[in-house]
């Protein structure tokens, strides 16, 4: 039996990833000792050949999960051994799983593969909802659970968060627990304020500390969720000034901090926090750097990602 997942929707992808591993462990292999998962990158003709066409230990069949070959394996010899050997691959007892949850590579060879692969009866492509949809999962997820939610509170998660429904199941779930089972549109904005804020909190983290594959990720996970880059280097802008602000005070009450420079509490505990781990002139430089990002935004039309780059570059 062969299996295809593949889209852009990793979190439904995933799910029917479970479903059908969940029904393995049901109908075949209780303890899951015949379920083996292959890392496509690495993924050899022979490892290949060994694990796809031999009998299992445990059960008559096994089931074997090959995750994201076509996006990241460049073993030509590889590739050419799956097309050449396929249509016996397709009457094989055990069940084969690809599953892609990133874009294919480019060539010819893995272009064969893939129409290959899209033509099996069990083949299934996961693109990201449309509203109405996105609507429809996000009811029946808190149905599921005896929850409920304002429809404001609906409207906010699919504006806010597009499609993404790894972050919108994981605002549900805070909500309701926040809630008591309850989702109001109120108690959703403040939430996701405060975990835009730790989001900018980690990324002052990341460029101080000069993690600059960190800062990037960190970038493109808020403008994936719809930030506007101006607003992201405000923030920045914002939380640098309080960190410097509160490192020239001997104080460590935040709350009377907090209420001296006119600000939430939480935010001068992290500035606190984050002050004592790093030295005065290295905030100073990056906070300064940051200004003159904003400045740019502001007075020019340079391209924002590319002054972000800039910034990195010189960490």
Known sequence: MLIFLYGKDTYRSQEKLNFYIQKFKEKRDGQGLSIDKLEGVT??????RK???????????RMLVIKNLLAENKNQ???????????????????????ENDEPQKN????KLFNLLTKQKYAEKFDFLEKKDLEKWINNYIKKINGQIEHEAINFLTDYFNADLWSIKNELDKALSYGNGKITLKNLELLCE???EENIF?????LVGKNKKRAVELLEKELAKGTFFPQIIGSLAYQFRIILQ???TSSSNFYQLAKELGVHPFSVKKAIEQGKKYNDEELKKIYQEILNIDLQLKTSSR?????FDLLIAKL
Not at 108 to 111: A, F, Q, R
Not at 202 to 206: C, E, K, N, Q
């Open 246 to 248: 509160v490192k020239s």
């Open 51 to 61: 694990n796809v066409f031999s009998v299992g230990l445990f059960s008559q069949k």
């Open 43 to 48: 993924l050899a003709p022979d490892e290949f």
């Open 202 to 206: 980690a990324l002052i983290d990341a």
């Open 303 to 307: 391209d924002p990602e590319l002054l």
């Open 194 to 196: 405060q975990e835009k």
């Open 77 to 99: 010899d590889t590739l050419k051994e799956i097309i050449e050997s396929f249509k016996k691959l397709e009457k094989e007892e055990n069940v084969v799983i690809f599953y």
């Open 108 to 111: 010819e060879v893995i272009k």
